[in-house]
């Protein structure tokens, strides 16, 4: 049934007792027993306050959207034979919302098991979306100008999954194991999508830009139609022998999207940037009608085979090795898409991964414990190399170095118990990127720089103690070094494609006859993932239990990133805190309480190319307590509160050299505003015996939220499109939700 899975814990307040006391009077049966897991039949109906903008957030997922009633319909069966070993169980939950699921399971101990699934799930887009849209959702949408905004249709996203799970077991004597494991899930709807061009002579010759009679920018909002369905395949043969054991396999995954691309009917007139009406520029609405492909079909095939082998009781070895094939082949045609380079009906993609990791774990000494492993990863790209870019009149191929062609990493770690309840553990650990020779006839545009090679080195501290039986702590430090091994590597300016070495000082000579070799530029900004770093982090740990009834728990870790490239702009340096205690107390054998608090603190420090600095912190704080516990024989109760508060601020301030312009504009708005979410959210639940085979369960749940986000709305004020479609969302949102189920339990 619904309510068991979310909706847990509920208190003993008025409302609850007072509905609950209603029904019969008590009988000497525990509530634990009449409540237990077993056959069961549930039957409720649940009631959600406020329309489908207060639900917006609280409906994302669980079905409590779009109705004001739900059906809160459930059952379960198990058949168990102790004597053949024979176990059946069939399971239906939330079968009167949009996330329903059905389940059952067969299985004869030592020798087969059975289990299939079907799942349905929706999600609802969050947000308020006002449009004059035809055909939203569809591979040919039509936009439509709206008059004035909000006065079109409001438009509600949703993304459908029905999912199939199978999986077989078998065992063929005491070491030999098969199993077969089969998903489908089939995806429809559609998601939150766009499209967006700004005209600029170099880009788009002949797509003139904005004017005092024409604009030259459109941003529009264009759903992605979804219609696609992913299989996954897992074949896998478990060897037990003892000492070794052993696993080999074949994974294979396929996607399927009946959609190839949208193609959008774009009107000759559209909002300029200050919302008037004006005709587009030259060559802007033919771009805007341009097709843009979706995911194409694809599919991987694996094969691998993993397994350990003890050579004595203190002494295993590990290992696995994964051969991946992947590939793209569906024609540019069958997607409706064309303009392909000479001799290319479609991409060829074709992707072929190994993976090999070795390990070890070793007990030498009675106090000593080694373990280790070292990982390799070779990534082959085989896709063709063909012309499918073009900037005005400049042409450039794809690359087909991968996103990582080789990866090596490797970690060896030990601990030691010493006198006092001590033990100090440590560890060295290494890791090289290599990602591969550019490919010399594709363009590395809006980059200012890469790297071939990269190396991180580390290590790690930890000293454990314990200090009584009922209290023990730890504290650990890990410390890294990434850099470069290889020169930086500038990009060619178009026409010139490809990269070429450059110099980390600026040189008035050139280098390989090519001017410009300097790669510092201070308010350049470079990839993060190719520049300098040095990381380091904090971690404490202490458990205490001075009682049986008592435990509490205390996490707290402090980490730093700072990164170094050869310029002062970009990402310079992150940081994290994050402060956790949790604790539990048995007030009684009846009742339980638990409860938590924690802040987590990030930041982000960084400039940016256009003249203006930045540092970003996002600040979390969440409370939770629950509570749990028996009134009587007959009924049982709990509450569950939890509050969250999300503060993302952003603090700007303009560069020493920043423009004129830049610098007005930075005092006028006084940068971007604040990021706030805040949930208030509280679960009451309540059990009652009404007999041996009956019980009634009551959920109520208040769910409350704020939240002020400006990429899409910012103080009930939407987000414009250049058609006057609007996004939107509630800024305050607060729900209260009761059900009630009757379960019904039988032999």
Same mark, same amino acid.
């Given at each position: ?394 042409? /450039? ?31 060295? /650990? ?124 205390? /996490? ?189 339990? /039988?032999?």
């Amino acid at each position: 049934m619904t309510t068991s899975k979310e909706f847990c814990v509920f208190s003993r307040t008025a409302i609850a007792l007072a509905v609950l006391a209603a029904f019969a009077p008590a009988r000497a049966q525990d509530i634990g027993q009449l409540t237990a897991p077993g056959n069961s039949v549930s039957v409720g109906v649940g009631v959600a306050s406020g329309d489908e903008q207060d639900r917006a957030r609280f409906g994302m997922f669980n079905g409590l959207r779009k109705n004001d009633y739900h059906g809160l319909v459930g059952f379960s069966y198990l058949d168990r034979d102790a004597a053949s070993g024979k176990w059946v169980t069939l399971e239906g939950r939330n079968l009167g919302l949009d996330n329903r699921e059905v389940s059952f399971s067969y299985r004869k101990l030592g020798d087969l098991k059975l289990w299939g699934e079907y799942s349905e799930l929706v999600r609802h887009d969050p947000r308020t979306i006002n449009t004059g849209l035809i055909g939203a959702g569809t591979t040919t949408p039509t936009v439509v100008l709206l008059a004035t905004p909000g006065s079109g249709s409001d438009l509600n996203l949703e993304l459908k999954r029905k999912g199939i799970g199978l999986n077989v077991e078998k065992w063929f004597g005491g070491a030999l194991q098969l199993e077969v494991n089969f998903k489908n899930e089939d995806k429809t709807g559609a998601r939150f999508f766009g499209k967006g061009f700004t005209c600029t002579s170099g880009t788009a010759p002949g797509c003139l830009g904005g004017s005092a009679t024409a604009t030259g920018w459109a941003l529009l909002m264009l759903p992605e139609p979804v219609n696609s369905t992913i299989r996954q395949m897992d074949l896998k043969l478990n060897y037990n022998g003892g000492n070794l054991k052993l696993s080999g396999g074949y994974y294979g995954s396929f996607y399927t999207n009946s959609n190839g691309n949208i193609t959008p009917r774009v009107p000759g007139t559209l909002l300029n940037p200050l919302g008037t009406p004006l005709p587009l520029s030259t060559g802007l609405q033919s771009i805007l009608n341009l097709p843009m492909a979706l995911w194409p079909d694809n599919e991987a095939h694996q094969i691998y085979v993993s397994g350990n082998y003890a050579f004595s009781p203190k002494t295993k070895v590990n290992f696995k090795y994964a051969y991946t094939h992947a590939r793209q082949t569906e024609d540019f045609a069958s997607m409706g898409l064309t303009g392909a380079p000479a001799g290319r009906s479609n991409l060829g993609g074709e992707l072929n991964t190994s993976r090999l990791h070795l390990g070890f774990s070793s007990h030498p000494l009675d106090k000593l414990h080694l373990h280790g492993d070292v990982k390799y990863e070779h990534r082959d790209n085989k896709t063709p190399i063909a012309t499918y870019n073009i900037e005005g009149t400049n042409t /450039f191929t794809n690359t087909n170095t991968g996103p990582l062609p080789t990866k090596w990493d490797g970690k060896l770690e030990a601990s030691y118990k010493l006198p006092a309840n001590y033990s100090v553990g440590a560890g060295v /650990f290494y890791e090289s990127e290599d990602y591969g020779t550019f490919t010399p006839t594709a363009s590395v545009a809006g980059l200012s720089g890469i790297r071939q090679k990269l190396e991180e080195t580390g290590y790690r501290v930890e000293l454990r103690k314990s200090m009584s039986e009922t209290l023990t702590g730890a504290v650990s430090y890990v410390s890294s070094r990434r850099e470069g091994k290889s020169p930086w590597l500038k990009p060619r300016s178009l026409p010139l494609t490809g990269v070429f070495e450059a110099s980390p000082e600026c040189q008035s000579a050139t280098v390989g006859g090519v001017p410009n070799a300097c790669i510092y530029n201070r308010t350049a900004i470079f990839p993060f993932i190719f520049e300098d770093r040095e990381r380091d982090k904090f971690r404490l740990m202490a458990n205490w239990q001075p009682t049986d009834r008592l435990n509490l728990q205390l /996490f707290f870790e402090d980490g730093k990133d700072v990164l170094h490239g050869p310029t002062e702009h970009g990402l310079r340096d992150t940081g994290m805190e994050m402060l956790g205690l949790d604790a539990t107390f048995a007030l009684s054998d009846a009742w339980r309480l638990s409860g938590y608090v924690s802040r987590g603190k990030q930041t982000l420090n960084a400039g940016h190319s256009t003249g203006y600095d930045a540092t970003i912190t996002d600040t979390n704080d969440s409370v939770g307590l629950g509570l749990v516990g028996k009134v009587s024989g007959r009924m049982r109760v709990g509450a569950d509160l939890i509050y969250i508060n999300d503060v993302l601020k952003y603090y700007q301030v303009q560069d020493p050299l920043a423009s004129a312009t830049n610098a007005a504009f930075l005092a006028a708005s006084g940068g971007l505003p604040d990021v706030t979410y805040r949930l208030t959210q509280l679960k009451l639940f309540g059990e009652y015996a009404l007999d041996k085979t009956s019980y009634l369960r009551v959920d109520l749940t208040h769910h409350k939220t704020r939240f002020n986000e400006w990429t899409y709305n910012f103080n009930g004020n939407p987000f414009f499109y250049g058609d006057n479609t609007t996004l939107n969302a509630k800024e305050n949102q607060s729900v209260t939700f009761v059900g009630a189920s009757y379960v019904y339990r /039988f032999k």
